[in-house]
């Protein structure tokens, strides 16, 4: 009770002194006006796109490309049966270029934990393992969003 008495009194307030209509005028010019931050049907102009979200993590992509990494350090001359599984499950799960962007990313970031090894194998690791999947070179200097 004694929450809902001090909202009503607020709200009173905020009316009184005009600071409310300030604000939805405000929030009207944000909605309807051209320069409006997101899109709604209002304004008659498109819906921005859903958030992007990665089919895995850093996480799991570190947890697949670990036994894989004795053969993409050049220690091991042939992947591992598990190494080659995993790259599999990498496949299935990269289907756009956004999800080979991202693990691009998480790739770099593991590299980076890693150094300094070179990652000699990274490009024949899907031929390797008779998949159809290509993993670019990436470095520590790779720029991730140039993957096509």
């Given at each position: 009770m004694?929450?809902?008495?001090?909202f009503l009194?607020?709200?009173?307030?905020?009316?009184g002194s005009g600071i409310m209509q300030t604000l939805i005028a405000s929030a009207n010019r944000d909605v309807i006006g051209s320069a409006a931050p997101n899109p709604?049907?209002?304004?008659?102009?498109?819906?921005?796109?859903?958030?992007?979200?990665?089919?895995?993590?850093?996480?799991?992509v570190h947890g697949l490309i670990s036994p894989c990494w004795p053969f993409i350090t050049g220690?091991?001359?042939?992947?591992?049966?598990?190494?080659c599984a995993s790259t599999k499950k990498l496949a299935e799960l990269t289907h756009t270029r956004r999800d080979e962007q991202e693990l691009c990313k998480c790739i770099k970031i593991i590299i980076?934990?890693?150094?300094?090894?070179?990652?000699?194998?990274?490009?024949?690791?899907?031929?390797q393992c008779n998949i159809n999947f290509y993993i670019p070179p990436i470095n520590g200097n790779t720029d991730c969003?140039?993957?096509?």
């Open positions: 004694c929450s809902s008495i001090k009194a607020l709200l009173v307030f905020l009316i709604t049907l209002l304004n008659d102009k498109a819906s921005p796109l859903p958030p992007y979200h990665a089919p895995y993590s850093y996480f799991d220690r091991d001359s042939d992947p591992s049966p598990k190494c980076g934990d890693h150094e300094p090894h070179e990652i000699k194998q990274l490009p024949v690791l899907g031929e969003s140039l993957i096509v």
